[in-house]
Nanobody, 116 residues
Framework: QVQLVESGGGLVQAGGSLRLSCAAS????????MGWYRQAPGKQRELVAS???????NFADSVKGRFTISRDNAKNTVYLQMNSLKPEDTAVYYC??????????WGQGTQVTVSS
């Protein structure tokens, strides 16, 4: 059974940091490109960061230089380190496979709220 469990969100002031974690199960994690997506109120879900099985990373322009993504294949876990957070980073953050055509069942996500 496919399961994605995100954690680590919270309320933080602008300029602060958070580290998100996503534990995956039910599919072959180590060969999957994984990504972090986010969905802000009234907006479509967007991909903000991805990491391939060989640890090549890619970031949306809006988070480049502030976010880093990493993975631990032994723990089937992907991380998102978010620094210099801005109010516009406020969203529910989800992890899943990349590209969108390969996504599995979505988890519950983790709420990130950045106050100004």
């Amino acid at each position: 059974q496919v399961q994605l469990v995100e954690s680590g969100g919270g309320l933080v002031q602008a300029g602060g940091s958070l580290r998100l974690s996503c534990a995956a199960s039910g599919f072959i994690f180590r060969t999957s490109t994984m990504g972090w997506y986010r969905q802000a109120p009234g907006k479509q879900r967007e991909l903000v960061a991805s990491i391939t099985s060989s640890r090549v990373t890619n970031f949306a322009d809006s988070v480049k230089g502030r976010f880093t993504i990493s993975r631990d294949n032994a723990k089937n876990t992907v991380y998102l380190q978010m620094n210099s957070l801005k109010p516009e980073d406020t969203a529910v953050y989800y992890c899943n496979r990349v590209p969108a055509g390969l996504v599995v069942s979505w988890g519950q996500g983790t709420q990130v709220t950045v106050s100004s």
